[in-house]
């Protein structure tokens, strides 16, 4: 007989994965501190190259957010970005047909026409205000680690969004922020080997916010997997 889970206990991971979405208007209550480390502790089980963990995370709560809130929009007003890890260069093919038709389903959910170039701008300002999230996580990685301390990351983040929703909790992974490394690793007293890899913003989700309105769709398998027999 064999060992192979079935199929019925992937069903809650599967229904996480369904159901989840990326959180970009944030009602203003706090999310308690034991709820918080429920999704940290749960975040750690993530696995990793070599058991490496190379993660850490500096967490905002309640006058710090604020703080954080503040200074990165004057921040980001004033200085050019300077991200840690390369921003992609180019959004080729699908790619770009997926992030363009992602952006047009949050500027037709809050009402931006298309090619209004000003309020998509302002929508784009609202990364730096988290959303209005009562919390920010900021993931970094070990320097000598490079690509590959930011993929195990990576799945940390992905944990992270998981557990967030497990327990009711909104959230949204933002590279936006990874731009202002300079900004943050001043404001969380970062070593200079810490690597900005991305935050994630949460707390719990605007219901009516209509910038939460929309989902967007997952190409089909037989688009991204190659078998060989």
Same mark, same amino acid.
């Given at each position: 007989?064999?060992?192979?889970?079935?199929?019925?206990?992937?069903?809650?991971?599967?229904?996480?994965?369904?159901?989840?979405?990326?959180?970009?208007?944030?009602?203003?209550?706090?999310?308690?501190?034991?709820?918080?480390?429920?999704?940290?502790?749960?975040?750690?089980?993530?696995?990793?190259?070599?058991?490496?963990?190379?993660?850490?995370?500096?967490?905002?709560?309640?006058?710090?957010?604020?703080?954080?809130?503040?200074?990165?929009?004057?921040?980001?007003?004033?200085?050019?970005?300077?991200?840690?890890?390369?921003?992609?260069?180019?959004?080729?093919?699908?790619?770009?047909?997926?992030?363009?038709?992602?952006?047009?389903?949050? %500027?037709?959910?809050?009402?931006?026409?298309?090619?209004?170039?000003?309020?998509?701008?302002? &929508?784009?300002?609202?990364?730096?205000?988290?959303?209005?999230?009562?919390?920010?996580?900021?993931?970094?990685?070990?320097?000598?680690?490079?690509? %590959?301390?930011?993929?195990?990351?990576?799945?940390?983040?992905?944990?992270?969004?998981?557990?967030?929703?497990?327990?009711?909790?909104?959230?949204?992974? &933002?590279?936006?922020?990874?731009?202002?490394?300079?900004?943050?690793?001043?404001?969380?007293?970062?070593?200079?080997?810490?690597?900005?890899?991305?935050?994630?913003?949460?707390? %719990?989700?605007?219901?009516?916010?209509?910038?939460?309105?929309?989902?967007?769709?997952?190409?089909?398998?037989?688009?991204?997997?190659?078998?060989?027999?």
């Amino acid at each position: 007989m064999s060992d192979a889970p079935t199929a019925d206990l992937h069903t809650p991971l599967r229904f996480l994965l369904e159901t989840r979405s990326s959180c970009r208007a944030f009602a203003p209550d706090p999310v308690p501190r034991d709820v918080v480390e429920q999704i940290l502790e749960t975040a750690q089980r993530t696995p990793s190259w070599c058991n490496t963990q190379p993660w850490q995370v500096s967490l905002t709560e309640g006058d710090a957010t604020e703080r954080f809130r503040a200074g990165l929009r004057e921040y980001v007003r004033s200085s050019p970005q300077e991200p840690d890890f390369p921003f992609p260069t180019g959004y080729r093919g699908d790619y770009g047909t997926r992030r363009k038709d992602c952006a047009m389903q949050l %500027y037709s959910s809050v009402g931006i026409a298309e090619g209004d170039r000003r309020a998509s701008a302002e &929508q784009t300002m609202k990364n730096f205000d988290l959303f209005d999230a009562p919390h920010v996580a900021v993931v970094t990685s070990d320097e000598a680690l490079g690509v %590959y301390g930011a993929v195990d990351c990576g799945l940390y983040v992905n944990t992270f969004l998981l557990a967030a929703h497990s327990l009711g909790v909104a959230a949204v992974p &933002q590279a936006a922020l990874a731009g202002s490394a300079p900004y943050l690793r001043r404001f969380f007293g970062l070593a200079d080997d810490r690597k900005v890899v991305c935050s994630i913003s949460f707390g %719990y989700a605007d219901d009516t916010h209509p910038a939460n309105s929309f989902r967007t769709p997952r190409a089909d398998i037989d688009t991204v997997a190659t078998w060989v027999s």
